[in-house]
């Protein structure tokens, strides 16, 4: 999912494809699913992902942390 203004995009495509919406100026949160384990046990971990452009203002920065956090109780 990629999570551009106040959209939420799932994305479907190969990984390399995912990472063309990132440009200097955005904030983004993605949330990366995947499997692990061994043929006895198998379990599903999950990772956030923040990306903060160069060109972000400190503001922006500085509310990366409290959009975060509404991130992960959305997911949850």
Known sequence: MINLGKRIYR???????????LADDVRLF?????????????R??????TWI???????????TGTDKTLVKEVVQ
Request: charged share 30%.
């Open 30 to 42: 993605g949330f990366v699913r995947f499997t692990t384990g061994d043929a006895m046990s198998k």
């Open 53 to 63: 452009g160069e060109d972000v203002s400190g503001l922006q920065r500085a509310k």
């Open 11 to 21: 994305q479907e495509q190969d990984a390399h494809l995912r990472f063309r919406v």
């Open 44 to 49: 599903v971990k999950f990772a956030l992902i």
